[in-house]
Nanobody, 119 residues
Framework: VQVAESGGGSVQPGGSLRLSCVASGDIFSVLNMRWYRRTPGSPRDLVASISNGGVTNYADSVKGRFIISRGSAETTVFLQMNNLKPEDTATYYC??????????????WGQGTQVTVSS
């Protein structure tokens, strides 16, 4: 199983970016999917999560600016980031609870994608 993020980059304050995450491999079903972020020297912080039923949760720092959503394929999740601020600069990681064909559930991380917000 692999989890891969894309869509990071550099943007000016007030700009927008859309991150994508795709899980692939021996996947029977996808449960919760999450986006975390980390700055150097700090632990990974939860940014947003979405359940397989579509229930979403957000960190207070991004409420009203970020939107997490599932794609038409259950193995895909997006993070639409609007009105970006310099403090949003971080490496963003996708995290997923996946069930494989043996009905075994495990938690997987992507490699991360860098988001830089600077004028």
């Amino acid at each position: 199983v692999q989890v891969a993020e894309s869509g990071g980059g550099s943007v000016q304050p007030g700009g927008s970016l859309r991150l994508s995450c795709v899980a692939s491999g021996d996947i029977f079903s996808v449960l919760n999917m999450r986006w975390y972020r980390r700055t150097p020297g700090s632990p990974r912080d939860l940014v947003a999560s979405i359940s397989n039923g579509g229930v979403t949760n957000y960190a207070d720092s991004v409420k009203g600016r970020f939107i997490i959503s599932r794609g038409s394929a259950e193995t895909t999740v997006f993070l639409q980031m609007n009105n970006l601020k310099p403090e949003d600069t971080a490496t963003y990681y996708c995290n997923a609870d996946l069930v494989d064909s043996r009905k075994s559930m495990d938690n997987y991380w992507g490699q991360g994608t860098q988001v830089t917000v600077s004028s």
